[in-house]
């Protein structure tokens, strides 16, 4: 049997000694679900924000009024200040971030429904992709969700 990417993540922050946080907008809580599903996930995450409004993004995690008007919710700059205000705020070596378009409603010919970008904040620097989910609402926000986890992974093993 396969292991789940809950699992593969919690082994590889358990062995490097690291902490993880979240921040979540579109996904609404379901990376930090998923990470918390596995027993003994407390010797590794920290906790999570899910901040939906513009207003929490500001006030919870740090986001610059500028960069949400310039840039908008949904864009790599403000997934990078969501995930370093996260790491800051929960005292954690990792924060992983998300901003996304689930829909129906809400896509731009630029940001169309399925636009998510995922941020990644750590000691070492910083970082953000592009991911396009496909589907309903509860697709996106899952797929969205999955593409978060998978990067979190691929950043610790390759790049620790």
Do not use: H
């Given at each position: ?34 990470i ?72 731009l010919?630029?940001k ?17 992709q ?6 309903d ?12 986890l ?11």
């Amino acid at each position: 049997m396969e292991k789940s990417i809950e699992i593969i993540l919690g082994q590889l922050l358990r062995e490097k000694g690291l902490q993880l946080a979240t921040a979540e907008s579109c996904t609404g809580g379901l990376i930090a679900d998923r990470i918390t599903n596995i027993p003994g996930s407390s010797e590794y995450f920290r906790g999570g924000v899910v901040a939906y409004a513009y207003e929490a993004k500001v006030a919870l995690l740090g986001v610059s009024w500028d960069t949400l008007r310039e840039y908008g919710a949904v864009s790599e700059e403000t997934v990078i200040e969501m995930a370093r205000g996260a790491r800051m705020a929960l005292g954690s070596d990792i924060a992983v971030s998300v901003s996304g378009i689930a829909g129906p409603d809400g896509g731009l010919p630029d940001k169309p429904v399925g636009t998510t970008w995922i941020g990644l904040s750590s000691t070492d620097g910083d970082m953000a992709q592009k991911f396009v989910g496909e589907g309903d609402r509860l697709q996106i926000k899952s797929s969205s969700a999955e593409a978060a986890l998978y990067f979190v992974v691929d950043y610790l093993k390759n790049n620790l």
